[in-house]
């Protein structure tokens, strides 16, 4: 598919040909681009981002949890350690007064939320990318399109070819193997491709601040709704706090400028309090969609992030689903461009088919937290409490649902006949050689058997660490550089 890109009188145009150096470019240099691009440069892939922003640091942002699965995957990159430094660490939620879930029992190294700005792990994986040898063009935009089709071979030299304008105005041609776009909710790639985005706006004039408080709230994570109104505070750690809410009755478009009374006035509605909220240092106002691709991919080009799903912000797990996406496809498109693939095709078919059922789940599971929160009517509050009344009293309901937000209870369909385990995420277990996740650093698959005993496992792409259990355990795995169980046998 070509892409239209627009024409403006004071545009100058360039015949030279940049950007032939480069195996996948990356549109979007948010948390999804970073780590996608890091991976596949990591693992020997010529990756180059563009960004349509300019490149500068700042301390505003929407994003602020990273969920405990997250976390485990920047462990597989020796980044969550740092991460965690940044900011709080929750393990209890509370939610509309009544709901409690206990994160500390997730068997996960990270029994918890991290409360850390998405700056925070930008600054991390940017710092990665560059390491690794990612190009960074910041200020650029892409206009448009075009792509060869596939051949179904490795060695194909196919291309996707991009028209791109810089700052200043002068258009250049970037070409690659792939593209992926991690561009938004607005992405740039999404439309090129004609891809439809359905959904709704699930909420609208929902206002974010970062605010200094007077009066610490009594836990980490403060949340409630009383239908009118419901409002979220979560501490950085730093004295700064998060506040987000929304007031029913004061429904205007997300230009309208936002005061901190007006923060202050929802905070008092939804919680009884505003716990002394002055010195914001950032207040905007925005709408919530519900909105995900029919398709992660086409052909050479990929979607991942919110240019693929965007949904409430109940839960926090968009940047979470993001990053997720990106360690799914990254050892997939690495695997292709290293021509150590049996089946390219097939291999980066299967990053949509494992990926996009995995949206369309948060996208329930944060609509069904937002449309509790915003419970109105009598027979609504009354369903809220309920579910509230359900999810405490039955153990395993409360684990499916903190498995659900954290990440950690995701698991990928296994093909008809596979062992139990096949699909579901590994724990970071302890072997012979260290912890896996410290193994997965290193890109690769691993294997895992008992001492003494030749691993059974089938191929896989690239080389493959060989481990051995630090325990009398029996039975084996092969482990995914994702750290999803590709293959197992025995117990």
């Known amino acids: 598919m070509t892409g239209k890109p627009g024409t403006e009188a004071t545009t100058r145009t360039t015949g030279t040909t940049r950007g032939d150096g480069t195996d996948v470019l990356v549109v979007g240099a948010g948390p999804t681009g970073m780590l996608l691009a890091g991976d596949l440069a990591a693992a020997g892939v010529r990756v180059t981002i563009i960004e349509r922003r300019p490149h500068e640091t700042s301390n505003m942002t929407r994003a602020f949890g990273v969920h405990a699965r997250t976390l485990e995957l920047l462990d597989a990159r020796g980044l969550a350690d740092e991460l965690v430094k940044t900011g709080t660490s929750i393990t209890g939620l509370r939610l509309f007064s009544r709901l409690s879930l206990d994160l500390s029992r997730l068997h996960s190294r990270f029994p918890f939320l991290l409360i850390t700005p998405q700056y925070e792990v930008e600054r991390l994986l940017e710092r990665r990318a560059l390491a690794a040898g990612v190009t960074f063009r910041y200020g650029t935009e892409l206009l448009g399109l075009s792509q060869s089709p596939n051949s179904g071979d490795s060695r194909d030299s196919g291309e996707v070819t991009a028209e791109v304008r810089d700052a200043d105005g002068t258009r250049s041609t970037l070409r690659a193997r792939y593209l992926v776009g991690t561009d938004g909710v607005r992405s740039a790639v999404r439309k090129a491709l004609d891809l439809p985005f359905p959904g709704v706006s699930v909420i609208r004039s929902i206002v974010l601040a970062d605010v200094r408080l007077t009066e610490e709230p009594e836990g980490l994570l403060t949340v409630n709704g009383t239908g009118d109104a419901f409002a979220f505070i979560a501490p950085f750690g730093d004295g700064w706090y998060r506040v987000m809410g929304w007031n029913r009755k004061r429904q205007v478009p997300d230009s309208e400028p936002v ?16 716990h002394g909220m002055h010195d914001a240092r950032w207040i905007s106002r925005f709408h919530s969609d519900e909105r995900q691709a029919p398709s992660y991919r086409s052909g050479r080009v990929f979607l991942a992030g919110d240019a693929a799903h965007v949904h409430s912000p109940a839960g926090g797990q968009g940047m979470n689903t993001g990053l997720q996406d990106a360690a799914n496809l990254s050892w997939k498109l690495a695997s292709v461009v290293r021509g150590q693939a049996p089946d390219p095709e097939a291999l980066l078919d299967s990053y949509e088919s494992e990926r996009h059922p995995v949206g369309a789940r948060v996208l329930r599971s944060s609509g069904t937290i937002v449309r509790l929160a915003m419970a109105h009517t ?9 579910a509230s009344r359900f999810l405490n009293a039955l153990r395993p309901a409360s684990a499916r649902a903190m498995g659900m937000i954290s990440g950690i209870g995701i698991s990928y369909a296994a093909p008809r006949g596979a062992h139990r385990l096949t699909g579901r995420r590994a724990p970071d277990l302890e072997l012979t050689q260290g912890r896996l996740y410290e193994l997965l650093r ?13 691993p059974a496992a089938p191929a896989a792409p690239g080389s493959v660490i060989r481990a051995t259990w630090a325990s009398d355990r029996r039975g084996e795995l092969l482990i995914r550089p994702d750290g999803y169980i590709a293959w197992a046998q025995g117990r």
Do not use: K, W
């Open 259 to 274: 005061e901190l009374d007006e923060v202050r006035e929802i905070a008092r509605q939804a919680l009884g309090t505003d």
């Open 378 to 386: 009598p027979l609504q509050r009354a369903t809220r409490s309920l």
């Open 442 to 454: 290193e890109g690769r698959f691993v294997s895992v058997a008992p001492e003494g005993e030749t």
